[in-house]
């Protein structure tokens, strides 16, 4: 059954939790009094429509529905999660939370508040055992980070069922185990944020070289390894101790103000403003916003090509996700693929590189091998198959954004022999884009050369050449 998530305060991030939600198949009722809300949300969801998808080498799930509602009480109806996003003031937070146990007792509750602790918010509760911090990075809908942070009176079904849900949205929920202001995460940033506008205050970078200082060069090694890995192997050969050792002492030099705030005076607001629109004021906060995303894409794509950091994350939630290949109606053929083209495999052409051809036809055959049987187990066991030709025909351009989708049919299947004839489509029109007549061969890895498959293998091939003959 459809899930429903309600989300109080539809501003940036709300409008981020709407979107992850929405766009893994939850329904959400949204109650926001800003009459600009609907808008918003639309625009960032239009954002995430055309980024997180392409995260995946799968289809998400099929789109929830976003409704919008008058009252706290009516948008919490029937919701199996509510996710509280209203601006970071307690005395809101603590009235919103209370409208909402009125409407829904007993629903689970997550707060996206960047720095209060949940037993601030618990404060004056009807039930606290359902309240707990589920703090988000932004964009909600690509990040995967929630800081998962109970108080002592939330109840740990409450916590283990937040948690199973997280995860079942591709997010990676962080247990926070003792609470504290702001959290983990945003500790660094702020101690980051205010050593650099010292550093802008002081005139010794503008905002734009201290971005470059992160992008360049520790703010990547940061996304594949965060800090303390990084600094075990930057210990050298003899790792943390060494490292320890010969730069612990700098943390007495007086190098950081960490524990300063710079006054925030009219004068350093506009010089850091100025600056950050001499940066990057050419642009809209949309257009930063699609840009931010497709880096963050192409990064998190890398990464899972190595199955590391949150490229781990995605390829065990598409695990999780992958639907099983689809028959069409007519029975004669089968749905091995359907995803969205990444920015990653455009070219300079500005269209799907043919190298990416090759690559969506290969999945689909891999799908077509799982589906009859020879599947990770089978080739684990030392048989599988190997491509020996395939004719790609590029017959339409594609884009990075497009949904497509592979139909696959078998159009040979006795013995060693597998060929099959790909067609992929543009899920919208259903105009055929490539073919490929892809033939493959059966082998033993133990061998490397052909052998007839397996017995059941071979039963499931022959039955899937019937029912695809024209
Ligand atoms: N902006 C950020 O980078 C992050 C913010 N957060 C947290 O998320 C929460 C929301 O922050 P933002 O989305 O940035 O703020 P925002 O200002 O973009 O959105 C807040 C929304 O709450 C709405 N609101 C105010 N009173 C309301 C009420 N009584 N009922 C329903 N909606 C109401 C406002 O109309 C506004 O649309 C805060 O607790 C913040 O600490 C968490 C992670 C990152
Ligand atoms: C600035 N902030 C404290 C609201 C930031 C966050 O809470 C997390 C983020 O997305 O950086």
Redesign the pocket.
Known sequence: MTKTAAIIGGGVIGGGWAARFLLNGWDVRVFDPDPQAERKIAEVLGNARGALPMLYDTALPEEGTLSFHGSIAEAVEGADWVQESVSERLDLKHKVLAEIQTANAGVLIGSST?GFKPSELQEGAQDPSTIMVT?P??PVYLLPLIELVPSEATAPEAIARASEMLIALGLYPLHVRKEIDAHI??RF?EAVWREALWLVKDGIATTEEIDNAIRYGFGIRWAQMGLFETYRVAGGEAGMRHFMAQFGPCLKWPWTKLMDVPEFTDELVDLIADQSDAQSGHLSIRELERKRDRNLIAMMRALRQQGNASGRLINDHQKAIRPAPVASEDGRALRSQRRMVPVDWTDVNGHMNEGRYGQIFSDAAEEVMAHVGADDAYVQAGNSYFTVETTVKYLAETHAGEMVEVWSRVTEGAGKKLRCLHEMRRASDGEILATCDQFMLHVSLETRRTCDPLPEVQTRVEALAAAHKE
Do not use: E, G, V
Request: charged letters at 15%; aromatic letters at 14%; glycine letters at 0%.
């Open positions: 960047s703090h990075f932004n995460a945003d940033l």
